[in-house]
């Protein structure tokens, strides 16, 4: 199935380093949201967005939903080492479809 | 604890059978989510129910089936099962429709097909 171009694929960074990770998409999508998934567990919703241009913020979170309707970003800042785990994002098509990234990894070295 | 609960945790089967996997959504959600997550395919998006209608289909295979009942729970009934639906199988729930895409996960189904 159909899934979504997001980049980068794993991260490294230092304890309060800030993170931008990217998901891009062929199609047009009427929602973008940005799940995190610890090991063993089910994908967390950390941020939902409904329009095009829509910045919306959780917390150290942040996200936007691109001006295309093609791609999101979501950026944490300030990172710290319980922000470990895999960020994926997912879309919803106009056909109530949903597709999901294949996932960044980020490691948080102290 | 996201208030969805998903039974079993672990299955362990043989080809060819068939398993049903539950899921009790969040008290008051009315919609209810079905993923696949494998190693290969990653997050798939399979079937998606709202106060017991069929919503939204994706990439569920026609050996797999699902309903939502009258009180809401679900189930996902995979038949004559090979290897490769070996994966981990999550329900997610909303209150919503569509919009969300199942804001609360459960903690999922750990399915090998030996």
């Known amino acids: 199935g159909q899934q979504l171009n997001q980049s980068p694929q794993s991260m490294f960074i230092q304890e309060g380093e800030d993170v931008s990770m990217n998901c891009t998409s062929s199609s047009i999508f009427n929602t973008w949201l940005w799940y995190k998934q610890d090991p063993g567990e089910g994908p967390v919703l950390l941020i939902a967005l409904y329009k095009a241009g829509e910045l919306t913020s959780n917390g150290r979170l942040t996200a936007q939903f691109g001006i295309t309707r093609k791609d999101s970003f979501l950026n944490i800042s300030a990172s710290i080492p319980s922000d470990v785990g895999i960020y994926f994002c997912?879309?919803?098509?106009?056909?109530?479809?949903?597709?999901f990234g294949t996932g960044t990894s980020l490691t948080v070295i102290p | 604890d996201s208030g969805v609960t998903q039974t079993p945790k672990h299955l362990i089967t043989a080809t060819g059978q068939r398993v049903t996997l539950r899921c009790s959504p969040r008290?008051?959600?009315?919609?209810v989510y079905w993923y696949q997550q494998s190693l290969d395919q990653g997050l798939q998006f399979l079937i998606h129910y709202y106060n017991g209608e069929e919503r939204a289909k994706g990439n569920i295979l026609e050996r797999f089936s699902a309903q939502q009942f009258p009180d809401l729970h679900s189930e996902l009934n995979l038949s004559s099962l090979e290897l490769g639906d070996s994966a981990l199988y999550f329900c997610?729930?909303?209150?919503?429709?569509?919009?969300?895409?199942?804001?609360?996960f459960g903690q999922g189904t750990r399915l090998t097909v030996v």
């Open positions: 997912a879309g919803l098509d106009t056909g109530n479809q949903f597709y």
């Open positions: 997610a729930s909303s209150l919503l429709s569509p919009g969300f895409g199942g804001a609360f």
């Open positions: 008290s008051g959600d009315l919609s």
